[in-house]
């Protein structure tokens, strides 16, 4: 059997003493000047967006566990795109980062399988397997057990995590994810349910106590985090929602238990595109990426330090 | 501005005379034998794939209106299939037919925008733009309006169309999409309520009465059904589960108005792989599939006529 992947995880956020995750949704439009050529086709753009990423990896590796790279920026692209995601994604892993593809797939059976494979499994070339897929992938719960048993089977059989959307962080989740019944369970809770029992099945959990199957919690709801924390004890959440989302150190530290584990939190546009923020003028951007890194990583650590 | 989207699948509908959908769920391990070479890696699968795209497209095109390709059985392959995607989609609107991409993205803000483009959006190449991506897509609603957003801006900007997932076709779907409040209604009904508004901005709705966002609502479910048509008067149906996952064509008759419009029904692997089905048996597979596309046509136009 392979290792179970939140051992992998709670191993690699121990190892660099902060559970952070930098997102790479590496937008065009909001490349440092220097990376944006005059573009003349899409493909001059994917070179910017190479060229980026790596950098951007190499300045993140030494700081944090984790890096969450946001596939429709590359599928934005096709073919060109989706190679370019195989890329970063190895390199990243050759960094000795975990890497979690936010992908948010889902649908039933053979189709399911189908992603599953294709988002988590080596491929196999003439040469022999090929892994350039990521650790673990985001899933959309919406078609309930029967569209997650493959993404899970596969995670499982492969070493790998999925992360579950329970409370996704953006406005508009309250009208639709707040749904409640007529004893004011929310849509939400009852999704948790559901994950907490598919998580638990036999082989999902590792030595640390958690599963392979995690959950999204966004951080800019904390009242919630905590009620999910207690739903799913054993999943592993992946929280956004820090920095350019609004939410706060003190907000993500709900998603934690009091030892300090369960969760790892994400922030994406207010680290890598640090050097829009005037806090760092003067800077160039790699130097603004280190500093928010860095001070995202203290941030983190010491609300979650301070909760124990 | 473009066509609207509706206004052309309804079209498309009358002029065949039939509203269905043939499904592209090309499963490697289901292809007929004579398709499957001994294939020593993925691009040899993915040529066994392409062929029997390509065959099955020439079959369909002058029996049925429109195609849903499904893009896990490309992802599944990396950007190599993800590559032949774009040429089945190319493919399938030479022939004529509408290409629903049947890709079921979903996220928030500048991401969902980067799926949208990626996904809708002609894209531009040094040559000028390029568009082998599909009339229409299929969405994830689980982030509500600000992830439906930039799906909807995009499609009504390209004269393309989104259907929303709001009740699947699968098993498990009631145990997640059935949650009801204290007044009975139920998740998915709440979730109808938002694409119906959602739908029905300025733009969206062409000369049919239909808006280009429209709705995924499996027929397993014909009761359901009934009262989605009526909460969704401007919304399209794209109906899942005649077949292979045993609704009748009378079940999916439920998602029709009176006057036989607002709904086209999918069938994929009761199509695709008739070959597999013994009703068939001593027909070679082009001649299985052309008659079960027949079939499924003649089934839905007389279930649908009946009901007027």
Redesign the interface.
Known sequence: MPRNFADALLDAIQAKGAPVCVGL?P?YDRLPDKLRRRA????EETEGIGEFCHVVLEIVAPIVPAVKI?S??F?????????LY?LIVERARDLGLVVIGDV?????????E??A???LSP????YGPVD?NPDAITV????????LEPFVQTARDEGKGVFV?VR?S????????D????SGRK?YE??AE?VAAIGSAPGLIGNSGYSCVGAVVGATYPDEARRLRSIMPQQVFLVPGYGAQGATAADCAAAFKEDGTGAIVNASRSVIFAHKDKKYAGMDWEQAVESAAREFAEDIRRAVGAKG
Chains 1, 2 share one sequence.
């Open positions: 949704d937008a003349s086709d899409e493909v946001q429709a920026y599928e934005r692209y096709g073919s060109v795109g989706v190679d195989g948010k797939r889902n649908d039933i059976g053979p189709t399911a189908a992603y494979r294709g988002h491929r196999m070339s003439a350039r959309n719960g919406y078609f309930g057990a029967d569209g959307l996704t953006n406005p508009s989740a309250a009208v639709i994810q749904f409640a019944d007529a849509f009852h999704l559901q």
